[in-house]
């Protein structure tokens, strides 16, 4: 048994021409174009790639600040948790630092949309700020401690808010 129409005049599949390859191959450069400039667009609006403007300035200070950062002997714990930013100084003894001037420059990893630098006031054995207004994602903390002699500690926490 067949399964042939019974009507010899009732179209059968189209035919593949050469227009319609044309189309299927255009259609698909075009896909693969779109693709490729929104990727670039994505790669080129965010996150420039640089952390400082002059590496090889920059380096030319690393050991003398990592140095002196070592020989202070503190130890520094932060984190974020409830809107609030802690961070907690304690000396070679243990006993947590007082009397320090500690700054946070709050800002995304990838960008400075939304940066901005907070004062963290001391409060029992920690330092704090209220950040609970912080948009929610990833967001890293560059953190500055000062004491009364001029010693500076510099380091930086990252966390989620939200």
């Known amino acids: 048994m067949s399964h042939r129409s019974a009507d010899p005049a009732a179209p059968g599949p189209r035919p593949l021409t050469g227009r319609s390859v044309a189309i299927i191959a255009a259609s698909a450069f075009a896909v693969i174009l779109s693709v490729n400039l929104t990727m670039a667009w994505y790669a080129t609006s965010g996150f420039p790639g640089l952390v400082v403007k002059n590496s090889y300035i920059a380096s030319q200070s690393w050991d003398r600040t990592r140095a002196a950062q070592e020989a202070l002997g503190w130890a520094v714990q932060a984190e974020f948790a409830n809107g609030v930013l802690e961070a907690r100084f304690t000396g070679r003894d243990g006993a947590p630092l007082a009397g320090l001037i500690v700054t946070a420059e709050i800002a995304r990893p990838t960008a400075d949309a939304g940066a901005r630098t907070v004062t963290l006031a001391r409060q029992g054995a920690a330092y704090r700020a209220d950040l609970a207004d912080l ?27 939200g």
């Open 135 to 161: 948009a929610e994602g990833r967001w890293v903390a560059r953190l500055t401690a000062t004491d009364a002699d001029g010693a500076v500690w510099t380091g930086h926490a990252r966390f989620w808010a």
